[in-house]
């Protein structure tokens, strides 16, 4: 029988989606994450399996965080007014920033 998880999967996937922001994923080691995340190599390959498949998880996180606060505020907006808010944040510059405040 598996050992239930001792860490916040949440808490993770952010420690490594900043890990990951930082550094890039060419230049981020398993060890550099596992480190950043608070947890042992084998515990990350354990949950995530591979760097690629973390990356994916953080990535996939990091999407549903920022996209779901997004259309949260949006969704409170008359349609056209949501629209025309959105458009406008678009050519006006980043639409997401992570927390360490870098932007995409």
Not at 21 to 28: D, K, L, V
Not at 67 to 73: A, C, E, L, S, T
């Amino acid at each position: 029988m598996a050992r239930p998880r001792e860490f916040d999967e949440t808490t993770v996937l952010e420690a490594a989606m900043n890990c990951f922001w930082a550094q890039g994923f060419e230049q981020t080691s398993v060890r550099d994450l596992a480190e950043r995340m608070g947890i042992t190599g084998a515990s990350l390959y354990n949950a995530f399996g591979d760097k690629r498949s973390l990356h994916r998880r953080a990535f996939v996180h990091y999407l549903a965080q920022t996209v779901r606060d997004r259309v949260m505020r949006l969704e409170k907006l008359p349609p056209l007014t949501a629209i025309r808010k959105f458009l406008t944040k678009l050519s006006s510059g980043p639409l997401m920033t992570s927390s360490a405040g870098a932007a995409c």
